[in-house]
């Protein structure tokens, strides 16, 4: 739109459409508007992973106040994916876009605008007028698209104070339901980033960035952890050490006091057996009974909980341990004593539930709690500011926002690329920012995703604003993502940060660029041989990276570290592995060393277990790596074979495990660098390398509960529509549900998301402090022999990962699933691959008599086995072995069901993705109707007695044309058959009487003789 000039309306010159455009304003005159510019509109689609860049540019225009100086001269110009309009109100502009059930909204991954002189005059915010405000007057928006970035240069203010220039707006959306963003308000708020290209805004160039939002204010809902703030949603691995004791939160913040959820056991109280006290329940087999083992608590104990929910109380298992992870107590034998409701005398501004339990530090110091960490790596705090990286920048409150001269935040965006991208929650993800080059202490900024905008499907990206040059660290609540990608948006090529992402994982990460495998960075993969931690900086080439399983920097193992320049992506994905549990037993002989005599299991090192073991799995000797930790005895298997010289000689002096020290003993080793840059050597030679490489019990019992709040017949439909399973089989159902109904279930499904994502969290940091308290029972593995021992080790098998990353491309729905299910059939070839050379290794395992598992790799007889002779030196006994969990094994591609059902000569099994050919056989003809997504099905014999009558008479189509349509009330008069004859034809109708390209397919319009199989196994979707 250019040269108008335009006057006195509700918004002057406004884009709002359906289809996807990129938009220009020029040389226009703006008068006496409410809002003088506004951009809503279409975009890519970032949940087809399409990075397609667009951006809006207006320049060269003046937009005028209203008289009164009110008004908003424009807001920050944003797009959606999907969004679709009504033609008559409320349409988009009264109520905005509708993205359920017209249409399946996302947001975009690349869209900026440019302002360039551009002036505005007469606003005054004495009247509220302003001249670029972020965040507002956008109808239907759920705010987590605004963190798309406006770049100003050259625009004017006239007649106008300073703070009239600009406001940021106040994040929303928290909450279950459709155009929710669950947990906390939704990111793009947040997020939100105004780059000033010329100093027009703040006299010099910079970046203006909001202010943190609700950090510290009380959570909307009733967490099933009992967290009270943002503050708590922190993953739990970056706010706990290797051992499993707490990283306290900072002091010096804006928190809350109070808050929480405390009973005592009352003094009166009874167990089953009447002992006094309150007893411990927990659910099996559908009763609520005590479990053995388990205490009462005493009369007048205090009861930490997580929540109240139907006269029992949730036991907080990180207060009270692992034992009462499950636990429940009764309400009615427990006396309230602290409440996080201010209905109920709580705090309107609750103390974090990690902080109460924890305390609060100043940096560099270490918690009075006995229960806070004692590692220097990870001595407090966890973060010392919430939101966005701003050291240097200034407060302004007139614009809500911080000022950075010379700021260069950009947005960091981390995109899941699994299969089940929409159908699974990582969230809350947090990225933690410092220019110390430190794995905490930072700035730290909490995301939740966007919005949900269809039932059930919640996208899982993520657009972190970052800062060019500084170190950021990532966490997900959940399990790490199979494939990740990583984009430094709208940076110069030049431009990179570092970025390190906890994984905690024994598998290897390999990456990608440009869809080709990466080498990682030479010589700085941390290992026993290699204690090293390489600091990577962000003028090294895109992509530079190396993975840590040692865990050299904090202790924890299974950190990322990588650079990811501007303009750029860098994929990231994990390969199979196999873990096998061993035991060999040690002596006090230190001839394994020195010599080949006595029984020193890796007398043969590499020729030895390592190299049998990598030929049976046939995986390469280098993907064979030994993760577990020897004692530092004689005999044990480090040696100069299996290690170098100088360790093996280092930790047979230590007389120390290195799985029970604290990492400050191991940066003694003579292996150990600490610290160190990369050389330009270890850069070229990675290049070289590429270039040669080229809780379900509870989770039941409280949905059983939610359905009973319906009326019986309602049941089976609501319980349709709460399937998560990613399949649109709810889809009949949620379409005859009332809005209320509607928004129940959405509430419960969201309720049983966190519960699962919560529960996992606490249980992994349970079994890390669990170990940590058994310690003491069973002694340090192998120090001080004297005679010999047992010494467990672990052993991984890192497979191969044969699936190239996928190009940033545009995909319409039905490649998407075709994408989604060739990537899951290779994952699980992969796997196959993997546990059939496993297998082959433990089709050679004998047992013995004495052994706790199987001997692999014994010259000796069987007979010799039985009577517990396995003390040859290349034997192997195995205890354990374990594989990765992948989704549908050995089932063939595009099966999303069991794979024995697939074709198994029975049932006809439906919603499995492709087709059963199980429904192929004893086929009939079914007449059908296509009504937008649904099918309906017509009684069978009702059309086959109408089809005689008509068609059979006609020209035998299988459909009712022609003459077969004229005279239908003479021919068929009042019988029923005459309503079905109506249904067909206008359903033929609705769909423009379209006939098939088949001639031996009966189709007209809407209606069709499908072909179909009985089957008890579909009958849900009925």
Request: glycine content about 10%; hydrophobic content about 35%.
């Amino acid at each position: 739109i250019s040269d108008n000039t335009v006057y006195g309306c509700r918004v002057c010159v406004g884009f709002k459409q359906a289809g996807e455009a990129q938009g220009f304003v020029r040389r226009m005159n703006l008068l006496n508007c409410g809002l003088g510019l506004k951009y809503w509109v279409n975009g890519p689609d970032a949940k087809r992973h399409d990075a397609r860049q667009i951006k809006f540019i207006a320049e060269e225009s003046t937009i005028y106040a209203p008289e009164n100086g009110g008004g908003i001269g424009m807001t920050n110009p944003k797009v959606h994916a999907d969004q679709l309009g009504e033609p008559a109100a409320p349409d988009w502009w009264h109520t905005g876009p509708k993205s359920f059930p017209l249409g399946h909204s996302a947001v975009t991954l690349y869209f900026h605008s440019e302002v360039k002189r551009v002036n505005f005059v007469g606003y005054k915010r004495s009247s509220g007028g302003v001249a670029i405000a972020f965040g507002e007057r956008a109808e239907g928006d759920s705010s987590d698209a605004d963190f798309h970035p406006m770049y100003v240069s050259s625009v004017k203010f006239e007649d106008m104070t300073e703070d009239s220039y600009l406001r940021f707006g106040t994040s929303t959306s928290a909450g279950p339901g459709l155009r929710k963003c669950l947990q906390i308000d939704c990111d793009g708020r947040r997020n939100s980033l105004l780059i000033d290209v010329d100093g027009s805004l703040l006299g010099d160039p910079g970046t203006i960035v909001p202010r943190p939002q609700k950090f510290y204010d009380k959570l909307g809902y009733t967490d099933p952890l009992g967290f009270d703030t943002m503050e708590d949603l922190i993953p739990m691995p970056q706010r706990y050490d290797r051992f499993g004791n707490a990283i306290p939160f900072p002091s010096g913040v804006d928190h809350g006091h109070g808050g929480g959820l405390e009973y005592a056991c009352k003094d009166d109280s009874k167990t089953a057996d009447g002992a006094p006290g309150c007893e411990v329940l927990f659910m099996q087999k559908g009763y609520w009974l005590p479990r053995p083992g388990v205490p009462a608590f005493p009369p007048g104990t205090r009861i930490v909980a997580v929540r109240e929910d139907g006269g029992l109380i949730r036991l907080d298992a990180i207060h009270h341990g692992w034992a009462y992870a499950t636990g429940w107590v009764r309400t009615a034998q427990c006396r309230l004593t602290m409440h996080w409701d201010p209905k109920k005398g709580g705090s309107k501004k609750p103390e974090s539930q990690h902080a109460r339990r924890y305390g609060r530090v100043r940096p560099g110091e270490f918690g009075a709690h006995r229960n806070t960490s004692r590692i220097r790596a990870t001595i407090g705090p966890v973060y010392t500011q919430p939101g966005i990286w701003r050291k240097g920048c200034t407060l302004d409150d007139k614009w809500r926002a911080y000022k950075c001269v010379k700021g260069q935040h950009r947005h960091l965006v981390l995109e899941v690329m699994d299969w089940n991208h929409m159908d699974r929650r990582w969230a809350p993800v947090t990225v933690e920012v410092n220019d110390n080059w430190a794995p905490q202490g930072g700035t730290l900024n909490v995301l939740t995703g966007p919005a949900m905008m269809w039932p059930g499907k919640r996208l899982q990206t993520f657009h972190a604003l970052g800062h060019i040059g500084l170190r950021h660290n990532v966490y997900f609540s959940g399990d790490p993502p199979k494939h990740i990608r990583f984009h430094l948006q709208y940076a110069a090529p030049t431009s990179g940060v570092v970025v390190c992402m906890y994984y905690g994982i024994p598998n290897m990460i390999y990456a990608y660029v440009n869809g080709r495998r990466k080498a990682p960075l030479a010589g700085a993969t941390p290992n026993w041989d290699n204690l090293v931690l390489t600091k990577l900086v962000p003028n090294m080439p895109h992509g530079t990276y190396y993975y840590d399983r040692v865990g050299v920097e904090t202790g924890r193992p299974g950190y990322l570290y990588t650079v990811v320049k501007g303009s750029k992506t860098v994929d990231f994905k994990i390969s199979h592995k196999v873990k096998l549990t061993t035991k060999i037993t040690v002596t006090a002989d230190w001839g394994g060393w020195k010599n080949q005599s006595g029984d020193n299991f890796f007398r043969k090192g590499i020729d030895g277990l390592v190299r049998n073991i990598a030929l049976l799995i046939g995986a390469p000797p280098t993907r064979v790596k030994i993760l577990g930790e020897g004692s530092a005895q004689k005999g044990t298997f480090w040696n100069e074979d299996t290690t170098s010289k100088d360790f093996a000689k280092w930790i047979w002096e230590q007389n120390k495990s290195m799985a029970y020290s604290p990492r400050e003993h191991w940066m003694t080793a003579p292996t150990s660098r600490g610290l160190v840059n990369a050389t330009a050597a270890q850069i070229n030679g990675s290049a070289l390398l590429e270039i040669a490489a080229s809780g379900a019990h509870r989770v039941d019992l409280r949905r059983t509960k939610f359905l009973h709040g319906f009326a019986a017949e309602r049941r089976d439909h609501v319980a349709a529509a709460l399937d998560r399973g990613g399949s649109q089989q709810w889809l009949g159902h949620w379409s005859i549900l009332t809005e209320e109904e509607r928004q129940l279930i959405l509430e419960h499904r969201a309720e049983d998301e966190l519960d699962e994502t919560g529960t996992s969290q606490v249980e992994q940091l349970l079994r890390v402090q669990a170990i940590e308290r058994e310690r003491p029972q069973f002694g340090q593995p192998c120090q001080n022999v004297k005679g010999s021992c047992d010494l467990p080790i672990v052993i991984n098998v890192d497979g191969d990962d044969n699936v190239p990353a996928s190009a940033a491309s545009s995909a319409d729905a039905s490649p998407m699933r075709d994408a989604k299910a060739t990537e899951e059939h290779v994952w699980n070839e992969e796997e196959e691959q993997i546990e059939l050379g496993t297998d082959t290794v433990l089709a050679k395992c004998q047992f013995g008599a004495s052994a706790a598992g199987c001997v692999i790799g014994s010259n000796k007889g069987d007979a010799a086995l039985l009577q517990g002779d396995n003390t040859n030196s290349d034997a192997v006994q195995v205890m354990q072995v374990v594989v990765d969990d992948v989704p549908h094994m050995a089932a063939p591609k595009g099966w999303t069901c069991n794979a024995s059902w697939y074709s198994d000569g029975q049932t006809c099994h439906c919603e499995c993705g492709i087709w059963d050919p199980d429904c192929d056989k004893n086929a009939l003809l079914v007449p059908s109707i296509v009504d937008g997504d649904l099918i309906e099905l017509l009684d069978v014999v009702q059309v086959t007695n109408l089809l005689n009558l008509l068609d059979g008479d006609g020209n035998a189509n299988g459909v009712l044309d022609e003459d077969e349509v004229v005279g239908l009330d003479r021919r068929l008069g009042q019988s029923s058959l005459l309503g079905v004859a109506r249904r067909i034809i206008d359903a033929q109708e609705r769909g423009d009487n379209i006939r098939s390209t088949n001639r031996g397919v009966s189709r007209l319009g809407n209606f069709a003789m499908l072909s179909g199989t009985r089957t008890g196994a579909c009958r849900y979707l009925l």
